[in-house]
């Protein structure tokens, strides 16, 4: 009998470190809409996805998209874009233009530049390998992570192994409206830069947030 006893008071206490283990973790990550978030600890407290829009894990590289559209295309051409030579002001959150905000809905949004840059300054990023994916692995303060996969990019219907994710947040000029930020990388690590600007034309990954 006693050993029966034993036995439930040992499951017991287990059972309540794991549901503390769960409440600890909960306040660093979550769902919304059904895209899993987690809290990296940034002073903006910003929630960062854990997948790319169109995949459904860490790894895959999920959708490419234009800057300023919503849908994929089989061909990434300045002739093709709907927002090159537009001026527009930062799409963050704007479905017409965002394509975070237009696919996952609720408060899912493109990040914006500052935001991206805040990711860069205020984590520790990584170059790793994970379950055969080359990528980023991005842990901030609290130890918390995510991992950002080289995914490429497409300029035309050619797949190039220059890494960028697009930001909402376009580069308007008196010249031209053609470009916007990204945060771009090399393969092997070699760079990581958020204040990269691209041609919107380009197809690039989007790795959303939410406030």
């Known amino acids: 009998m006693k050993?029966?006893?034993?036995?439930?008071a040992l499951l017991s206490m287990a059972m309540l470190v794991g549901f503390a283990a769960c409440e600890k973790d909960n306040d660093n990550t979550g769902i919304i809409n059904g895209y899993e978030w987690v809290d990296l600890g940034l002073p903006s407290g910003l929630k960062w996805a854990t997948c790319n829009v169109g995949a459904t894990s860490p790894e895959e590289y999920g959708n490419y998209y234009a800057w300023g559209e919503t849908t994929t295309k089989t061909e990434y051409t300045y002739v093709n874009s709907t927002t090159s030579t537009v001026e527009l002001p930062d799409i963050s959150g704007n479905p017409t233009y965002d394509a975070a905000c237009a696919n996952w809905e609720s408060t899912w949004r493109m990040p914006t530049q500052a935001e991206m840059q805040e990711l860069t300054d205020e984590c520790t990023w990584t170059w790793t390998t994970q379950n055969g994916v080359d990528g980023y692995k991005v842990r901030g303060k609290n130890g918390m992570s995510i991992f950002l996969p080289a995914a490429g990019e497409y300029q035309g219907a050619m797949h190039h192994t220059s890494?960028?994710?697009?930001?909402?947040?376009?580069?308007?000029?008196?010249?031209?409206?053609?470009?916007?930020?990204?945060?771009?990388?090399?393969?092997?690590?070699?760079?990581?830069?958020?204040?990269?600007?691209?041609n919107r034309s380009c197809g690039h990954t989007i790795r959303p947030v939410s406030d």
């Open 3 to 8: 050993r029966t006893l034993t036995r439930v």
């Open 163 to 198: 890494n960028a994710y697009w930001s909402s947040t376009p580069e308007n000029s008196s010249q031209s409206n053609n470009g916007a930020y990204c945060l771009a990388f090399s393969n092997g690590g070699y760079s990581c830069n958020a204040s990269g600007v691209h």
